[in-house]
């Protein structure tokens, strides 16, 4: 009778299997797969049997192997595509486009994938036809709202390619090779833009003599910034060839001394001595031509063409400086020296142009807040002090206290000058080592395959970006402020769409991986 007893009291206890959720499930496996807890401890906490946590446990552990397996073992149909001529059309450009797929490369997939063979010619056709709606497309843009243009020249085996983009948006509108890049080469597409609707306020561009004359004669009223890029980077080119140049040196003095060293042991002492001597003059020499050149590198990169630096006449009294020392040096180096002196000579006013309109806007925020000009001044310079640095919070502190309440409205207006002040055309130099990975294209479609690039480029969302606002948007959506369809579908596709249950289905292959 007791047992009996029991036995009916323990069944009463037991839940329902089926009543346990599924997460709880998950947590009995884990635990009991863990060893952490006794299979016997779990069965009581749980009111449940042994058995049924030695299953979840079983569970558990088949789950981890499927994780780390490399066999893969569900052959679940999730959905279907409806295979269409159109819809390979599409796969064709995302091979080309997307992936960087050469013709070859497309054939190859079609082979593998599909189990179809596909011909050039038929690739051909496909990309062709895409082009001309491409080219359509670009023509009809409204290119009014640009208003800072990055011009320069890339190169794509001889012929020059003349390339303009919007700094802002990155929109590319000027994508053409031509045999020439002289001023009316230029002249000629720059009056087209402004066929478009195209009035810039400035552009940026390097020294080319044809772009910046091109301009002058179809843009007479927009003036050309020097690119700073290509000055700094020339810059710290010399710089890392010299700095080389003198450890070499010294490392010559290091291995004479240790020759000079052993022979004296040998009372051999002269044998190395004028060598040496020699040496050590020449690595001094190096070095102090290095210690001089990276000085007026840093002046040239953290106060003449900073944005945060001083006035126009001290920048360019000092850029005047620096051309003058490196005058004066090039006899140690000139062939390595001369290139950077003669860029800064020749370009140094254009480099400079847009310290003018920064001075005009700090005068104006130092009226408009009846503040003296000296201390907007220095709270322009303050913002190229870190503020992780302990002195960018004491010169916050002394900054306040002189201005007061209107040291953070200042500070502000300030920024957003900054932000919007652009120096480089470094958006083209982008652009160029984003179009190598297409060079195939012009073999096979001639110089038109840039239209289509164009056209992908500028429709095409970034996945990625240093700047946030740029992520998941296109470049035409963001010069523009208007989402825009996907662009296969502006070329007159329609793009395939799962259905509910097959989301459903994604979903829970997902939640098993």
């Known amino acids: 009778m007791s047992n009996h007893h029991f036995i009916k009291s323990s069944t009463s206890l037991t839940p329902n299997f089926n009543q346990i959720d599924q997460k709880t499930r998950q947590q009995i496996g884990v635990l009991a797969l863990a060893g952490k ?3 016997t401890n779990l069965a009581r906490q749980h009111g449940i049997s ?3 946590v030695y299953a979840q446990k079983a569970k558990a552990s088949s789950a981890l192997d499927d994780a780390f397996s490399n066999e893969v073992k569900d052959s679940k149909v999730l959905f279907y595509i409806p295979v269409t001529k159109t819809w390979l059309y599409q796969v064709v450009l995302v091979l080309i486009l997307n992936c960087h797929s050469s013709y070859g490369g497309v054939i190859e997939f079609f082979r593998d994938i599909f189990n179809h063979h596909i011909c050039k010619g038929t690739i051909f056709n496909i990309v062709q036809r895409a082009l001309e709606k491409a080219g359509r497309i670009n023509s009809d843009q409204d290119l009014s709202s640009i208003k ?23 929109y590319t509108y000027l994508l053409k090779q031509e045999e020439h890049r002289d001023a009316t080469t230029w002249g000629v597409n720059l009056l087209e833009l402004g066929d478009k609707g195209m009035k810039l306020d400035h552009t940026i561009g390097d020294g080319g003599k044809g772009l910046r004359s091109g301009q002058r004669e179809a843009w007479p009223d927009v003036p050309c910034r020097g690119d700073v890029f290509h000055a700094l980077r020339d810059m710290s080119k010399l710089v890392t060839f010299l700095k080389n140049r003198a ?6 003095v290091e291995k004479l001394e240790v020759k000079m060293a052993k022979a004296k042991k040998k009372n051999q002492g002269t044998k190395y001595s004028k060598r040496l001597g020699q040496a050590k003059n020449e690595a001094m020499t ?23 630096g001083p006035d126009l006449s001290v920048r360019r009294d000092l850029l005047n400086f ?49 503040t003296d000009l000296y201390l907007v001044r220095q709270v322009f310079e303050l913002q190229a002090i870190s503020p992780d640095k302990n002195r960018h919070w004491e010169r916050v502190t002394d900054l306040y206290r002189k201005i007061g309440k209107r040291f953070h409205v200042i500070q502000e207006a300030i920024q957003n000058i900054i932000a919007e002040t652009v120096r480089a055309s470094s958006i083209v130099e982008n652009l160029n080592s984003r ?11 001639g110089n038109g395959y840039l239209q289509l690039l164009q056209f992908f480029l500028n429709h095409r969302k970034f996945m990625r970006s240093a700047r946030t606002e740029r992520v998941g948007k296109s470049p035409k959506e963001l010069l523009t402020g208007k989402s825009h369809k996907h662009w296969l579908e502006l070329l007159g596709y329609q793009m395939f769409k799962k259905s509910s249950e097959t989301s459903a289905a994604s979903i829970q292959l997902a939640s098993a991986a």
């Open 37 to 39: 807890e006794k299979i």
């Open 50 to 52: 042994r058995k049924f």
């Open 148 to 170: 800072i243009g990055a011009h320069d020249e890339i190169f794509q085996g001889r012929a020059p390619v003349l390339v303009g983009c919007d700094v802002k948006s990155t």
């Open 247 to 252: 450890e070499a040196a010294l490392e010559i």
């Open 286 to 308: 190096a070095v102090q031509l290095k210690n001089d050149i990276s000085t007026l590198s840093n002046w040239l990169k953290r106060d003449i063409l900073s944005v945060t």
């Open 322 to 370: 620096v051309v003058d020392e490196l005058k004066s040096r090039e006899a140690q180096s000139s062939h390595r020296i001369k290139p950077v002196r003669s860029l800064l000579e020749k370009q140094g006013e254009d480099l400079l142009r847009f310290v003018e309109p920064l001075d005009k806007d700090l005068q104006r925020i130092a009226d408009d807040h009846g």
């Open 435 to 445: 179009l190598r990975n297409y060079f195939f294209l012009r073999k096979i479609l």
